[in-house]
Protein backbone atom coordinates (compact mmCIF):
# COMPACT_ATOMS: atom_id res chain seq x y z
CA UNK A 1 0.00 0.00 0.00
CA UNK A 2 0.36 3.17 1.30
CA UNK A 3 8.45 7.90 11.80
CA UNK A 4 12.72 7.34 17.79
CA UNK A 5 13.85 11.41 17.98
CA UNK A 6 12.57 14.56 20.84
CA UNK A 7 8.93 15.01 20.51
CA UNK A 8 7.30 17.03 18.59
CA UNK A 9 5.23 19.15 20.68
CA UNK A 10 2.01 18.71 18.71
CA UNK A 11 -1.03 20.49 20.90
CA UNK A 12 -3.40 17.76 19.43
CA UNK A 13 -5.81 15.11 21.39
CA UNK A 14 -4.78 12.85 18.99
CA UNK A 15 -1.26 13.19 18.90
CA UNK A 16 -0.82 12.58 22.24
CA UNK A 17 -2.48 9.31 22.11
CA UNK A 18 -0.80 8.11 19.38
CA UNK A 19 2.28 8.66 21.13
CA UNK A 20 0.76 6.64 23.99
CA UNK A 21 0.07 3.89 20.99
CA UNK A 22 3.90 3.64 20.26
CA UNK A 23 4.22 2.05 23.93
CA UNK A 24 1.40 -0.26 23.58
CA UNK A 25 2.56 -3.68 22.76
CA UNK A 26 2.49 -4.43 18.62
CA UNK A 27 1.33 -8.03 17.44
CA UNK A 28 3.48 -9.55 15.04
CA UNK A 29 1.95 -10.47 11.72
CA UNK A 30 3.07 -12.62 9.45
CA UNK A 31 1.38 -10.97 6.39
CA UNK A 32 -0.46 -7.37 6.46
CA UNK A 33 -3.35 -7.65 7.91
CA UNK A 34 -3.12 -11.26 9.40
CA UNK A 35 -3.73 -10.00 13.43
CA UNK A 36 -5.41 -7.41 15.24
CA UNK A 37 -3.29 -6.65 19.02
CA UNK A 38 -4.16 -4.00 21.42
CA UNK A 39 -7.54 -2.17 20.93
CA UNK A 40 -5.56 1.25 21.30
CA UNK A 41 -6.29 2.53 18.01
CA UNK A 42 -10.16 1.36 18.16
CA UNK A 43 -10.46 3.59 21.47
CA UNK A 44 -8.25 6.54 19.53
CA UNK A 45 -10.90 6.59 16.69
CA UNK A 46 -14.05 5.97 18.73
CA UNK A 47 -13.42 8.16 21.46
CA UNK A 48 -14.08 11.94 21.63
CA UNK A 49 -11.47 14.09 19.95
CA UNK A 50 -10.60 17.60 21.51
CA UNK A 51 -11.02 20.65 19.22
CA UNK A 52 -7.75 22.56 18.30
CA UNK A 53 -7.80 25.89 19.33
CA UNK A 54 -6.69 28.42 17.19
CA UNK A 55 -7.37 32.14 17.13
CA UNK A 56 -9.08 33.52 14.56
CA UNK A 57 -5.75 35.29 13.17
CA UNK A 58 -4.35 31.64 12.23
CA UNK A 59 -7.27 30.07 11.10
CA UNK A 60 -6.76 31.27 7.09
CA UNK A 61 -10.27 30.44 5.90
CA UNK A 62 -9.64 31.00 2.11
CA UNK A 63 -6.77 33.64 1.11
CA UNK A 64 -3.91 33.67 2.82
CA UNK A 65 0.18 34.29 2.46
CA UNK A 66 1.38 30.93 2.08
CA UNK A 67 4.98 29.77 2.42
CA UNK A 68 6.21 28.11 -1.11
CA UNK A 69 9.20 26.23 -1.92
CA UNK A 70 11.79 28.84 -2.16
CA UNK A 71 10.49 30.38 1.11
CA UNK A 72 8.86 33.41 0.05
CA UNK A 73 4.91 33.85 0.39
CA UNK A 74 2.73 34.41 -2.01
CA UNK A 75 -1.21 35.45 -2.12
CA UNK A 76 -3.35 32.58 -2.79
CA UNK A 77 -7.57 32.14 -2.65
CA UNK A 78 -7.25 28.24 -3.35
CA UNK A 79 -5.91 25.72 -0.90
CA UNK A 80 -5.02 22.60 -2.41
CA UNK A 81 -6.51 19.16 -1.65
CA UNK A 82 -3.94 17.34 1.09
CA UNK A 83 -2.72 13.92 -0.24
CA UNK A 84 -1.43 11.09 2.14
CA UNK A 85 -0.12 7.78 0.16
CA UNK A 86 0.80 4.86 2.41
CA UNK A 87 2.32 2.31 -0.69
CA UNK A 88 3.19 -1.09 0.39
CA UNK A 89 3.35 -2.46 -3.53
CA UNK A 90 6.57 0.02 -4.72
CA UNK A 91 9.20 -1.01 -2.39
CA UNK A 92 9.53 -4.93 -1.31
CA UNK A 93 11.31 -3.59 2.19
CA UNK A 94 9.98 -0.45 3.33
CA UNK A 95 6.69 0.93 3.68
CA UNK A 96 6.92 4.06 0.99
CA UNK A 97 4.14 7.43 2.40
CA UNK A 98 4.08 10.00 0.16
CA UNK A 99 2.35 13.49 1.33
CA UNK A 100 1.43 16.36 -1.22
CA UNK A 101 -0.27 19.72 -0.34
CA UNK A 102 0.43 21.90 -3.71
CA UNK A 103 3.62 23.83 -3.24
CA UNK A 104 3.14 24.49 0.66
CA UNK A 105 5.68 24.08 3.16
CA UNK A 106 4.68 21.51 5.67
CA UNK A 107 6.50 20.93 9.43
CA UNK A 108 8.53 17.84 7.55
CA UNK A 109 11.05 17.39 10.24
CA UNK A 110 8.40 17.56 12.76
CA UNK A 111 6.01 15.03 11.04
CA UNK A 112 9.49 13.00 10.73
CA UNK A 113 9.92 13.01 14.37
CA UNK A 114 6.30 12.32 15.17
CA UNK A 115 6.58 9.18 13.12
CA UNK A 116 9.82 8.10 14.36
CA UNK A 117 8.00 8.38 17.54
CA UNK A 118 6.38 5.69 16.89
CA UNK A 119 9.27 3.28 16.17
CA UNK A 120 10.02 3.74 13.16
CA UNK A 121 12.60 4.49 11.14
CA UNK A 122 13.36 6.95 7.79
CA UNK A 123 15.65 5.11 5.51
CA UNK A 124 15.23 7.40 2.73
CA UNK A 125 13.38 10.37 1.59
CA UNK A 126 13.09 12.95 -1.43
CA UNK A 127 11.03 15.91 -2.08
CA UNK A 128 9.55 16.28 -5.87
CA UNK A 129 8.43 19.38 -7.19
CA UNK A 130 5.76 19.20 -10.30
CA UNK A 131 2.66 20.98 -11.71
CA UNK A 132 0.64 18.72 -9.10
CA UNK A 133 2.48 20.04 -6.35
CA UNK A 134 5.05 19.08 -3.88
CA UNK A 135 5.60 15.62 -3.00
CA UNK A 136 7.31 14.62 0.35
CA UNK A 137 8.14 10.86 0.22
CA UNK A 138 9.93 9.04 2.55
CA UNK A 139 10.55 5.04 3.31
CA UNK A 140 10.35 3.77 6.21
CA UNK A 141 10.82 0.64 8.50
CA UNK A 142 10.07 -0.64 12.03
CA UNK A 143 13.42 -0.21 13.83
CA UNK A 144 12.76 -3.16 16.00
CA UNK A 145 12.98 -5.40 12.99
CA UNK A 146 14.38 -3.36 9.99
CA UNK A 147 11.43 -4.43 8.28
CA UNK A 148 8.16 -2.45 6.55
CA UNK A 149 5.45 -1.95 8.39
CA UNK A 150 2.75 -4.65 8.37
CA UNK A 151 0.22 -4.26 11.18
CA UNK A 152 -2.75 -2.24 10.09
CA UNK A 153 -2.87 -0.81 13.52
CA UNK A 154 0.11 0.92 13.00
CA UNK A 155 -0.32 1.84 9.50
CA UNK A 156 -3.15 3.58 10.64
CA UNK A 157 -1.02 5.20 13.35
CA UNK A 158 1.25 6.83 10.93
CA UNK A 159 -1.86 7.75 8.87
CA UNK A 160 -3.43 9.70 11.50
CA UNK A 161 -0.24 11.21 12.80
CA UNK A 162 0.66 12.47 9.65
CA UNK A 163 -3.05 14.42 8.99
CA UNK A 164 -2.12 15.04 12.71
CA UNK A 165 0.27 17.20 11.93
CA UNK A 166 -0.81 18.48 8.28
CA UNK A 167 -4.21 20.19 10.90
CA UNK A 168 -1.54 21.41 13.26
CA UNK A 169 0.41 23.57 10.55
CA UNK A 170 -1.90 24.23 8.26
CA UNK A 171 -5.24 24.66 9.92
CA UNK A 172 -6.47 26.21 6.81
CA UNK A 173 -6.86 22.30 5.12
CA UNK A 174 -8.95 21.07 7.88
CA UNK A 175 -12.52 21.69 6.17
CA UNK A 176 -10.82 19.99 3.15
CA UNK A 177 -10.24 16.83 4.85
CA UNK A 178 -12.66 14.03 6.01
CA UNK A 179 -10.47 14.29 9.35
CA UNK A 180 -11.29 18.04 9.64
CA UNK A 181 -14.21 16.19 11.40
CA UNK A 182 -12.54 14.49 14.05
CA UNK A 183 -10.35 16.54 15.22
CA UNK A 184 -9.63 19.33 13.26
CA UNK A 185 -10.13 23.18 13.69
CA UNK A 186 -13.36 23.43 10.93
CA UNK A 187 -15.17 20.10 9.69
CA UNK A 188 -16.05 20.13 6.32
CA UNK A 189 -18.82 22.20 4.80
CA UNK A 190 -20.25 19.28 2.70
CA UNK A 191 -20.77 15.55 3.85
CA UNK A 192 -20.44 13.03 1.06
CA UNK A 193 -23.10 10.36 0.73
CA UNK A 194 -21.60 7.25 2.04
CA UNK A 195 -23.76 4.89 -1.03
CA UNK A 196 -22.97 7.40 -3.55
CA UNK A 197 -19.27 7.99 -2.45
CA UNK A 198 -18.56 4.20 -2.35
CA UNK A 199 -17.22 2.45 -4.96
CA UNK A 200 -15.48 -1.05 -4.91
CA UNK A 201 -14.33 -3.12 -7.55
CA UNK A 202 -12.85 -6.42 -7.97
CA UNK A 203 -10.83 -8.75 -10.07
CA UNK A 204 -8.27 -10.88 -11.06
CA UNK A 205 -4.60 -10.22 -10.85
CA UNK A 206 -3.15 -13.28 -11.86
CA UNK A 207 -3.92 -17.22 -11.33
CA UNK A 208 -2.85 -16.59 -7.42
CA UNK A 209 -4.46 -13.38 -6.04
CA UNK A 210 -6.88 -10.81 -7.19
CA UNK A 211 -6.86 -6.83 -6.50
CA UNK A 212 -9.96 -5.18 -4.11
CA UNK A 213 -10.19 -1.66 -4.58
CA UNK A 214 -12.36 0.85 -2.53
CA UNK A 215 -13.21 4.02 -2.69
CA UNK A 216 -15.69 5.70 -0.18
CA UNK A 217 -15.92 8.28 2.31
CA UNK A 218 -12.24 8.60 4.79
CA UNK A 219 -12.84 8.63 8.47
CA UNK A 220 -10.45 7.81 11.10
CA UNK A 221 -9.93 3.72 12.05
CA UNK A 222 -11.19 3.09 8.06
CA UNK A 223 -7.70 1.26 6.74
CA UNK A 224 -7.95 -1.12 9.80
CA UNK A 225 -11.79 -1.91 9.58
CA UNK A 226 -11.24 -2.65 5.99
CA UNK A 227 -8.66 -5.35 7.02
CA UNK A 228 -10.36 -6.44 9.05
CA UNK A 229 -14.05 -7.09 7.70
CA UNK A 230 -11.97 -8.88 4.73
CA UNK A 231 -10.32 -10.92 7.05
CA UNK A 232 -13.27 -12.05 8.69
CA UNK A 233 -14.35 -13.82 5.96
CA UNK A 234 -11.19 -15.68 5.57
CA UNK A 235 -9.96 -13.81 2.64
CA UNK A 236 -5.97 -13.00 3.58
CA UNK A 237 -4.48 -9.41 2.47
CA UNK A 238 -1.48 -9.33 1.08
CA UNK A 239 -0.46 -5.95 0.15
CA UNK A 240 -1.83 -2.61 -0.85
CA UNK A 241 -1.87 1.08 -1.10
CA UNK A 242 -4.32 3.10 1.10
CA UNK A 243 -4.53 7.02 -0.08
CA UNK A 244 -6.06 9.63 1.73
CA UNK A 245 -7.19 12.48 -0.72
CA UNK A 246 -9.77 14.94 0.99
CA UNK A 247 -12.85 13.55 1.88
CA UNK A 248 -12.49 10.30 0.39
CA UNK A 249 -10.42 7.03 1.06
CA UNK A 250 -9.13 5.35 -1.85
CA UNK A 251 -7.76 1.68 -1.32
CA UNK A 252 -6.34 -0.94 -3.66
CA UNK A 253 -5.45 -4.38 -1.64
CA UNK A 254 -4.13 -7.62 -3.29
CA UNK A 255 -6.15 -10.23 -1.74
CA UNK A 256 -6.25 -14.16 -2.03
CA UNK A 257 -8.38 -17.12 -0.72
CA UNK A 258 -6.21 -19.99 -0.01
CA UNK A 259 -3.75 -18.39 -2.02
CA UNK A 260 -6.08 -18.39 -5.06
CA UNK A 261 -7.80 -15.91 -6.83
CA UNK A 262 -10.80 -14.76 -5.67
CA UNK A 263 -13.39 -16.80 -7.33
CA UNK A 264 -16.61 -14.81 -8.54
CA UNK A 265 -19.55 -15.90 -5.97
CA UNK A 266 -16.77 -15.14 -3.28
CA UNK A 267 -16.10 -11.77 -4.90
CA UNK A 268 -20.01 -10.93 -4.55
CA UNK A 269 -19.40 -11.78 -0.85
CA UNK A 270 -16.43 -9.81 -0.18
CA UNK A 271 -18.22 -6.83 -2.22
CA UNK A 272 -21.53 -6.92 -0.40
CA UNK A 273 -20.13 -7.24 3.15
CA UNK A 274 -17.85 -3.61 2.48
CA UNK A 275 -20.98 -1.94 1.06
CA UNK A 276 -22.99 -3.07 4.15
CA UNK A 277 -20.10 -2.42 6.81
CA UNK A 278 -19.43 1.19 4.92
CA UNK A 279 -23.34 2.56 5.01
CA UNK A 280 -22.97 2.24 8.66
CA UNK A 281 -22.70 5.71 9.80
CA UNK A 282 -20.41 5.63 12.55
CA UNK A 283 -16.82 4.66 13.54
CA UNK A 284 -18.77 3.17 17.06
CA UNK A 285 -21.32 1.14 15.32
CA UNK A 286 -18.94 0.00 12.56
CA UNK A 287 -15.96 -1.08 14.33
CA UNK A 288 -16.01 -4.55 16.41
Same mark, same amino acid.
Given at each position: ???? @?? $????????????????????? +?????????????? +??????? +?????????? @??????????????????????? !??????? =??????????????????????? @?????? &???????????????? +????????????????????? &????????????? /????????? &??????????????????????????????? =????? $???????????????????????????? /??????? &????????????????? !???????????????? !????????
Amino acid at each position: MAVA @MA $SCGCTLGVYTKLAAFEKQPIS +KTVSFGSSFGSDTL +KHLCTSP +KPRLSYSSST @MIPKASATAIEDGSYQETDVVPT !PKVIIDQ =DSDPNATVVEITFGNRLGALLDT @MNALKN &LGLNVVKAKVQLDSSG +KHNTFSITKSSTGRKVDDPEL &LEAIRLTIISNLL /EYHPESSAQ &LAMGEAFGVEAPAQKLDVDIATRIRISDDGP =DRSLL $SVETADRPGLLVDLVKIVTDINVAVESG /EFDTEGL &LAKAKFHVNYKNKALIK !PLQQVVANSLRYFLRR !PTTEESSF
